[in-house]
């Protein structure tokens, strides 16, 4: 264990080099009128030497509940039936969503990212329907209802509720189902009954189901006691097929007595149906949260045809509101948000609705525009750490605290790789042995083919026609600083990103540097400055629970030519041990380090009152080889793809691959300014004195020819 000397003292922010962030302005800090920071005084933190390249370690007691919140420390997961009921006793209401598998694979890939944007607004849950007809326990199917459920709780760090129907299935089946549903992690479920085949002749007799959803929360808690939260449906107007509203909410009661936990309610039109419905369910001893179900009218014929689907009535009202504007879809939309919102308000305010359960049919405008209107949308303000962890959506991964740096713009490639693990590095990374990181080459997510318009897109981004390395920087260039490039288009991705999300805000504090290594031909991937001591608020470096205090070591990673390989190993020793490398090329014949050969370097951790070190971003050398692989291979997969093989774009892409190298810096000095890119100032020095040089002799060779 690393043996850390913490000398806290209390230093004045108005020095320049004891600024947050080290060696560049700080926007964080205004000057007073004495010539002191207004920001006060910041409690710094000093390392000795030797634990500069070491990682922290996290020592003491796991009762501080909200740091771990914060860091996505917990100490178990907390079931959503006990999360709901604590907003329920907080009066703090909440939403949440329904989605169905999309048919494609390309489907796949654009619906997780829809599910991002509905991240931001801070959703307490997910649900995904059970689609018979498309093989839905099939996890080899990626557009199976398991298959996307898993994904919703893995890439898209979701709490997921699966639906569940058991008539067209045996007791057997059913249970390997819910047994296969825990071993993907999922912990919460819907039990359904599910849809009777149709009657194909009037004359056929009626079919009657085999086992009902009473049956199904029977089995789960047999066979799982408490281990899923189960949630059940119920129907404000009465289920179709029941005997009598009365009889169905008999049923419904007996749902609730075998073991669900929560209902949630079939679409309705009106607030007075749900707010009879939950009066009507409290008389008989129903206590559970009803949740109600809230589909915002989005098109007339659609909704029209769901009606008829799920055998409900729409209101005179309703459809004489929407007969003049039929056919204007726009003014349907804005009616059936308008309906929606107010509809939700009136539940919501009179206490009736604790929460929003929005079926989104997979759309995405106007049901945040609801959300947003009704004060739902709650865009959390701050980083729990500097990635986005599961937190307590997700069983195993909750206590996850710790990361490689390599993954950073990639995440749901880090979370497929290691989604097989049992635990994940709480407090710190440790001394990595062999650590199993899953491939992606045959995982459909991360080898899907852009469509024309897509291609076309990114050839606008990524450039027409390649003539050079520097067209090649140009256009790392224009990513960093966000300048519009020679067709009037912002690069807001590369290969690298799975998103169009730009580079980080932190970023802005060294985009200089950045450009200018981009334009020398030095592609940089991932970097971060070093900050000594910013405030955990800090706009733009800050993560954790407030009250508590940034550190981050300078980190550059890039990919650099042979040439400029050779002018770095010349002289980057000299620098041991304030700068940590590690520089391989693409088959691993060259691998050269000079810290140690499984130790991880802390490069981000973050002091917090009344609580442990976090540590939450690391460099490990093992990891870095599994990351090497995935980085060169982005070179050609989301790059050179894009152009004919035997065009010279596809060449000066593939040149790349085939011979630069790939190198990571760390500066181990948080606390002075850092002096990662005197470092590249000096390789490409070096380099072009060499070029130079040969230029010189080549020419003189020829002269002496002559």
């Known amino acids: 264990m690393t043996n850390i000397e913490i000398d806290c003292v209390q230093r004045n922010a108005s020095s320049a080099s004891l600024s947050p962030y080290c060696g560049q302005p700080s926007p964080a800090y205004t000057a007073g009128s004495n010539g002191t920071s207004a920001a006060g005084d910041l409690k710094k933190c000093r390392f000795s030497e030797t634990a500069l390249s ?51 694979a390309n489907g796949v890939a654009n619906f997780y990212t829809r599910l991002d944007r509905y991240k931001e607004g801070d959703p307490l849950f997910v649900d995904i329907t059970w689609h018979h007809s498309g093989d839905p326990a099939n996890l080899n199917k990626e557009t199976s209802s398991s298959s996307i459920a898993a994904g919703c709780l893995d890439y898209c760090r979701m709490d997921t509720m699966l639906h569940m129907t058991c008539t067209q299935y045996t007791k057997e089946q059913t249970i390997a189902h819910l047994e296969q549903s825990k071993r993907i992690g999922l912990r919460n479920i819907l039990a359904l009954r599910g849809d009777l085949p149709p009657n194909t002749s009037s004359d056929e007799p009626v079919v009657k189901p085999v086992h009902m959803a009473l049956d199904m929360i029977k089995w789960i808690k047999e066979e799982y006691g408490d281990y899923f939260t189960i949630a059940c449906s119920g129907y404000p107007l009465g289920h179709p097929e029941a005997a009598s509203y009365t009889a169905d909410l008999q049923y419904l009661k007996a749902k609730v007595d075998a073991g669900a936990q929560l209902i949630v309610t079939q679409l309705f039109f009106e607030a007075e149906a749900y707010e009879r419905f939950v009066r009507d369910c409290r008389e008989i001893g129903i206590t559970v949260p009803i949740l109600p179900g809230i589909m915002p009218i989005q098109g007339y014929e659609s909704i029209r045809r769901i009606a008829q689907l799920s055998q409900l009535t729409i209101p005179e009202s309703i459809l004489a509101a929407l007969e003049p504007i039929k056919h204007d879809d726009d003014a349907v939309r804005n009616y059936g948000r308008h309906a929606a919102v107010e509809m939700c308000k009136r ?73 097989d693990w049992d635990d994940f590095p709480n407090g710190r990374w440790g001394n990595s042995s062999s650590p199993a990181f899953n491939d992606l ?90 900050v000594n001591g910013a405030p955990s608020t800090d706009a733009l470096v800050g993560w954790g629970k407030p009250g508590g205090y940034c550190y981050q070591k300078a980190y550059l990673e890039c990919f650099i030519s042979s040439e400029n390989a050779n002018s770095l190993l010349e002289f980057i020793d ?133």
């Not at 949440?96 to 999309?102: A, K, R």
């Not at 206490?351 to 739902?376: D, F, K, V």
């Not at 500097?386 to 979370?415: L, M, Q, T």
């Not at 080459?441 to 024309?452: A, E, Q």
Request: aromatic share 10%.
């Open 54 to 104: 070491r990682p922290l370690s996290r020592t003491g007691s796991d009762s501080d509940e909200y740091l771990k919140f914060e860091v996505g420390a917990q100490t178990s997961y907390k079931p959503l039936h006990e999360r709901i009921e604590k907003r329920i006793r907080s009066g703090t209401p909440f939403f949440s969503l329904e989605f169905f598998p999309p048919k494609t």
């Open 347 to 419: 539940i919501l305010a009179n206490g009736t609705a604790p929460a929003i359960h929005m079926y989104t049919m997979n759309r995405e405008g106007s049901c945040r525009e609801i959300l947003q209107e009704l004060g739902l949308w709650h865009k959390r303000p701050m980083r729990a750490l500097p990635w986005e962890p599961h937190g307590v959506n997700h069983p195993v991964r909750c206590k996850e605290d710790v990361r490689p740096i390599f993954w950073s713009a990639r995440p749901k490639s880090y979370i497929y790789r290691t989604r």
């Open 441 to 530: 080459h045959d995982y459909y997510l991360f080898n899907l083919h852009s469509t024309v318009n897509e291609k076309d897109k990114l050839r606008d981004m990524f450039g027409h026609e390649l003539r050079s390395i520097e067209d090649v920087g140009r256009v790392f260039a224009r990513y960093i600083d966000q300048k519009e490039n020679e067709h009037g288009v912002k690069v807001t991705t590369l290969p690298w990103n799975e998103q169009e999300s730009g580079v980080q805000a932190e970023t802005t504090l060294i985009t200089d540097d950045l450009v200018w290594c981009n334009e020398q031909g030095v592609l940089t991937l991932n970097s971060q400055p070093s």
């Open 574 to 706: 000299e620098h041991n041990p304030r700068i940590n490398y590690h520089i391989v090329n693409r088959d691993g014949t060259l691998d050269r380090s000079n810290a140690e050969a499984t130790t991880p370097i802390a490069v981000t951790w973050g002091v917090f009152p009344g609580a442990e070190i976090a540590q939450p971003t690391v460099v490990d050398p093992i990891s870095f080889r599994v990351w090497r692989d995935e980085a060169y291979d982005l070179w050609l997969t989301n790059w050179a793809y894009l152009y004919p093989k035997d065009s010279g774009s596809h060449t000066v892409i593939q040149d790349i691959h085939d011979s630069f190298c790939l190198l990571t810096l760390v500066d181990n000095d948080f606390v002075r300014p850092s002096i990662l890119f005197e470092v590249v100032r000096e390789m490409v020095k070096r380099t072009e004195a060499r070029r130079s040089t040969s230029e010189v002799t080549e020419k003189l060779a020829a002269t002496f020819v002559a």
